[in-house]
């Protein structure tokens, strides 16, 4: 069975064996919700992006023009109060891609992006259980996220339990991620596994969240920086705290330290980042000013058997730490200025300026997948270079959204002494739900 037909089958197989049910109550409205029984649902989203990037990774070139598109269908199906049934195919393709075959963040025709099952009754019972295929997304997603910003995202091979008292949720998770394939059909990562727990406090200080968490990630046949191949363990724990404060400010913290073994290599890395807003008193366009530092740990001595750099793991760094993707949580020292306003009532315009810096020279320069895209152990600065960013985004009526943006970075004496040149990325993206 090709995978096309398999997804058909899995879409349609999701909400065709059911009677006339009460729906749970989380159950999504979608397409068709006038005709179709109250406890089944089908949905559909449309996104396209033009992009015009400029110096990819860094290295001097022309610039490619090219078209992502992205099409998701779902079906969710309650035939009971206490199971729910989903799945979602996804079809991503890239027109006009002029560097080669597209890479698999940008195509990956016909896949099961998502499907699993759910039992339990959600916020509304105290617990669920769900197993299958499924995105996660993990507080600000600097971690775990599902990507939306790529076309084609990430989803995972995963059961996960949730547990809700007032004030208190609690997450525990096991399973793979899913390995982006646009030649074949995806599947979870061999060897690499994915582990944790990721809790929501909101009552423990007041007007703010505290979310304590433990992630662990296991790969098997890794190389080390001295010895042979190994398995490697990597324990990451954290801790978010995010609210508000008087006078119209808010505030955002959060710091990961990670522990554990990379084959024959110990582990030891740190990140953190700082974020402080305040937003005028003004109703309609509401204007916020805001400033963060984000810093992550770079391996100053890539011979001494103990890994410093520390890893993204299934994070999104964009546009967290740049609208252009070029910059990673990696082996970096981040300071960023921002202004963000609402000319109009649907209408979000966003401002920034960021300055880059590595933590360690003798480590490399990463992207937001969090692949080394420069190294120069000779360099004798560590400054990357600065960049300015602005985006503009407006929501139509009939749930469309379309929005515009540059990023561009010029480079300082860090790339300049890698042989490395400046970054531009214009893009106009859209949005249409179902």
Not at 344 to 360: E, H, P, T
């Amino acid at each position: 069975m090709n995978r096309t037909l398999f997804l058909l089958v899995c879409l349609s197989g999701c909400g065709s064996s059911f009677g006339q049910s009460k729906p749970a109550a989380d159950t999504p409205k979608g397409l068709l919700s006038d005709t179709l029984p109250r406890w089944l649902r089908v949905g559909a989203t449309i996104r396209g992006r033009w992009e015009r990037p400029e110096g990819s990774s860094f290295v001097a070139g022309g610039a490619d023009s090219y078209y992502l598109d992205r099409m998701r269908l779902s079906v969710a199906a309650g035939p009971l109060p206490w199971l729910k049934l989903f799945a979602e195919g996804q079809d991503t393709r890239a027109w006009g891609y002029s560097q080669g075959s597209a890479p698999a963040s940008m195509r990956d025709p016909w896949e099961l992006r998502q499907g699993y099952v759910e039992l339990g009754g959600g916020e509304s019972r105290g617990a669920f259980v769900r197993f299958g295929r499924q995105e996660v997304g993990l507080g600000a997603g600097r971690l775990v996220s599902p990507g939306e910003w790529g076309n084609t995202g990430k989803s995972f091979d995963l059961i996960r339990g949730s547990a809700y008292r007032k004030g208190m949720r609690f997450d525990f998770f096991a399973g793979s991620v899913v390995l982006t394939d646009g030649n074949r059909f995806d599947r979870h990562k061999a060897g690499e596994h994915f582990y944790g727990t990721y809790n929501v406090l909101t009552r423990l200080i007041p007007q703010s969240t505290v979310e304590p968490y433990l992630l662990v990630k296991t790969q098997m046949n890794v190389t080390p920086e001295i010895g042979a191949k190994g398995d490697a363990a990597i324990y990451t724990a954290g801790l978010r705290i995010f609210g508000k404060l008087p006078v119209g400010f808010d505030y955002s913290v959060e710091v990961a330290k990670q522990v554990g073994s990379y084959s024959g290599d110990g582990i030891s890395a740190l990140a953190g980042t700082y974020t402080l807003g305040w937003t005028y008193p003004a109703p309609r366009t509401r204007p916020r000013f805001s400033a963060d530092y984000s810093h992550a740990s770079g391996d100053s001595n890539p011979k001494d058997g103990r890994r410093r750099t520390f890893d993204m793991l299934y994070g999104s760094s964009q546009p967290y730490h740049s609208l252009t993707g070029q910059i990673g949580w990696r082996n970096l020292r981040d300071l960023r200025a921002g202004f963000d306003f609402a000319p109009l009532a649907n209408c979000k315009v966003n401002l920034d300026y960021r300055d880059f810096r590595l933590a360690s020279a003798q480590d490399g320069l990463y992207n937001s997948s969090g692949t080394q895209i420069a190294l120069d152990r000779k360099a004798t600065s560590t400054h990357v270079g600065q960049a300015v960013e602005g985006q503009i985004a407006y929501r139509f009526p009939k749930a469309i959204t379309a929005s515009a943006g540059l990023g561009r970075l010029f480079a300082s004496d860090f790339l300049k002494q890698a042989g490395k040149g400046s970054f531009v990325y214009p893009f106009v993206t859209w949005t249409k739900r179902f």
